[in-house]
Structures are given as structure tokens and as C-alpha cells.
């Protein structure tokens, strides 16, 4: 009996259902959608939609990155009997910036000089955490690019769906002396009154607005307080949609400086 061996099948095509040719576990790199790259369907014959609205990109702490820090990065879908995702950060010249970590049901892998993660398994997960530590110095306003196939799970390549999505990550600058401003700030959660306290001062007029997250980057609170003048500030607002007895990170952006503080609730 002999065996007929197709390369092309095996490299061009997967089986979402029988694990001997498939991708259910490490796709293929260079499948983000970034610059000189494909996307899922070099594999899949399915449909190729925007992500907007239907994917979730997060930068824990963020929107933006200070140099040299670390962050959570969460990517999230909606649905899907099995999902599988792919992620590269690049800057301006589509080089790749800074460094991934991969958590749960992901890895990181290389190609062409670029970092990526990808999912490690497709059983049903549809959001993936895991952390991206920023470039050592400034590197200018970068991109997160990123694929979510959501496949029907049918036994066959076709009729996936194919989100393409990215999202940029500016820098923090530093307008407003860090140091200065975080010797001031301070945050605390009154569980009694369930209501959250901040204090703060501003050298100079600044535009000031908060976020709290929880540690998997959901956003709980948003406060936009506009633009202040330099002053002491004390802020009492209420916040009930926490669990009691969790960790959150309380975020304070003045202009382009972000401070955190990682408070019980």
C-alpha cells in the first residue's frame, strides 16, 4: 500500500476539527494583517470582516506605553464554537517594537525579523491576556495588528469568519514632571460608602481624566475632568460595580503622564 503526500494541502490548508492537519494549536506567523502580511485566510475560505465592534484590543494601564514598562494586553471576541487569534506590535517603519510574554492558551514565535503571539489552543476560548513589555526608548506612536478567526468547527477550512483589526498605542510623554506629579497623587476605596477618593496636585493647567480597571484590563470607571488649573484637588465619586475585596488599578492621565495605583476595592 503506498501513501500519496500532498505539501500543498498540508502548508495552504487546516482542518478545524481533526487535529493531524490543523492549526487548532500554533498557526503560522506573519498572519496579522500588518504590513506585507496575510491574514487568516492564506488558510481559511471564509469571510474577511473588520474587527471593529465584534473585537476587543486593551492595553491594561494604557492607552498609550512609557518606555521599558510592562503591560496586559487583552484580546477578546465575541462567540465563535472555536477561536484562534494572532498579534504583532510594530512601529512606523513596520519594525517590530518591544517584546511579548504570552499567558494562558497562547506562545510566542518569530518571523522576518518580527515577535508574534498566536493562540496554543482553540477549545472555546474567545479573549487571550498575556503582556507586551513597551521599546527601552521612545519609539514614536506604534500598532497593534491583529486577526480573531472565529470557526464554525465544521470538520472543513471554509466558511470562517475573519476579523482584521488594529489598534495604535501612542507614547506618554512627560509634559508635566512625573516625579512631582506622583508624590501628590493618592487613591483609596471607602467599601462602606462604596465610593472612591482621589487626591492630587497639578503643577500647571493640565487635562485630567481617570480609569479603573480590573487586573484583567476590563474597564470599570471612566471620569473625564476636563482641562484644571494648577491647584490641590480632592475627587469623592461613587463606584459599585466592583467585586469586593479585588485588586484594581486606578489610573490618573495629566495630559500625556499616566499614574497607577493598585488599590483593594
Not at 503506498?2 to 505539501?7: D, G, L, M, R, V
Not at 514632571?177 to 487613591?187: C, F, K, T, V
Not at 480632592?234 to 484594581?248: D, G, H, L
Request: charged share 15%; hydrophobic share 35%; proline share 4%.
Amino acid at each position: 500500500m503506498s501513501f500519496f503526500y500532498n505539501p500543498d494541502r498540508i502548508t495552504k490548508y487546516h482542518n478545524d476539527g481533526i487535529e493531524t492537519v490543523n492549526f487548532s494549536s500554533n498557526p503560522p506567523a506573519a498572519k496579522t494583517g500588518a504590513p506585507g502580511e496575510g491574514n487568516c485566510t492564506d488558510c481559511h475560505s471564509g469571510s474577511v470582516l473588520s474587527a471593529d465592534g465584534v473585537v476587543d484590543f486593551s492595553v491594561g494601564g494604557g492607552p498609550g506605553y512609557i518606555p521599558g514598562n510592562t503591560y496586559t494586553l487583552i484580546v477578546s471576541s465575541i462567540g465563535g464554537a472555536k477561536n484562534g487569534f494572532e498579534l504583532t506590535v510594530l512601529d512606523a517603519a513596520n519594525n517590530q517594537a518591544g517584546t511579548l510574554t504570552a499567558g494562558a492558551n497562547s506562545n510566542v514565535t518569530s518571523s522576518g525579523g518580527r515577535e508574534y503571539i498566536r493562540h496554543s489552543s482553540s477549545l472555546g476560548e474567545n479573549t487571550w491576556v498575556f503582556e507586551w513589555t513597551a521599546p527601552a526608548e521612545d519609539a514614536g506612536e506604534l500598532t497593534a495588528y491583529y486577526t480573531v478567526n472565529k470557526a464554525n468547527n465544521d470538520g472543513a477550512n471554509s466558511s470562517d469568519e475573519i476579523y482584521v483589526g488594529s489598534t495604535p498605542i501612542p507614547l506618554f510623554g512627560a509634559s508635566i514632571s512625573e516625579n512631582e506629579l506622583d508624590a501628590s497623587y493618592n487613591a483609596y476605596y471607602n467599601q462602606a460608602a462604596q465610593e472612591l477618593n482621589l487626591s492630587y496636585s497639578l503643577p500647571e493647567e493640565a487635562k485630567v481624566v481617570l480609569n479603573v480597571q480590573d487586573l484583567s484590563g476590563r474597564l470599570v470607571t471612566f471620569r473625564d475632568f476636563g482641562d484644571q488649573p494648577a491647584g490641590d484637588y480632592n475627587e469623592t465619586f461613587q463606584v459599585n460595580n466592583v467585586t469586593a475585596n479585588s485588586i484594581y488599578i486606578v489610573s490618573l492621565f495629566v495630559d500625556n503622564t499616566v499614574l497607577n495605583r493598585k488599590i483593594m476595592f
